[in-house]
């Protein structure tokens, strides 16, 4: 059961990475379209900026969770290092519970955001609801929830090889 929860949050980390990182290479490309409209046509395309903020919201939230289960996160460990053992157990723990806290903070926040906005439409992108491009908020927090109480059951992932596509096909 243990492996297949790792599988499971596996393939869920390496989703957070993936769609991140495409949101990254479409906003990365999208912001000089918006500059050389504007400055080269002289005629400035509405879509490109509310896009690009789309995806840093994609990119932030997302990515944020990916960076937690990897152990990549900011953390300040000039105080950790130098306590014993125990105290640096109870720290951990401490981290993790107000990850928790802060995470569960923004996914109710997050997820009444979408819902309160739901209804309205983006002026630039008519067809795209306000609520949907919030709704990478509260899907960043729930994975960062999920990897936090993985990382209380089953420790840190962080030093731990990731299960990819291929590992699963030799292994079947």
């Known amino acids: ?13 390496l989703s957070c990475i993936w769609i991140s990182g495409a949101s990254l290479v479409v906003m990365a490309l999208i912001v000089p379209w918006g500059v050389f409209t504007r400055h080269v046509l002289d005629r400035a395309a509405s879509w ?3 896009v690009a903020i789309i995806c ?14 990897a152990g990549a996160h900011i953390a300040v460990t000039a105080v950790t290092d130098r306590v014993p053992a125990l105290l640096r157990k109870i720290f951990g723990v401490l981290v993790n519970l107000l990850m928790l806290g802060a ?3 923004v996914l109710i926040w997050g997820a009444q955001l979408c819902l309160l906005t739901w209804n309205q439409t983006m ?10 491009s919030y709704l ?3 899907l960043g927090a729930l994975c960062t929830i999920v ?25 079947s």
């Open 1 to 13: 059961m243990r492996e297949v929860t790792a599988k499971l949050l596996d393939r869920i980390y």
């Open 136 to 138: 990478p908020i509260p």
């Open 103 to 105: 995470a569960g903070f």
């Open 56 to 69: 840093m919201l994609v990119f932030t939230f997302l990515g944020a969770a990916a960076s937690y289960r």
């Open 123 to 132: 002026p630039d992108l008519p067809a795209v609801r306000v609520g949907l």
């Open 147 to 171: 990897f936090v109480i993985e990382c209380i059951v089953s420790g840190s992932q962080s030093r731990r090889a990731v299960c990819t596509i291929d590992q699963n096909v030799e292994e």
């Open 48 to 50: 490109p900026e509310p």
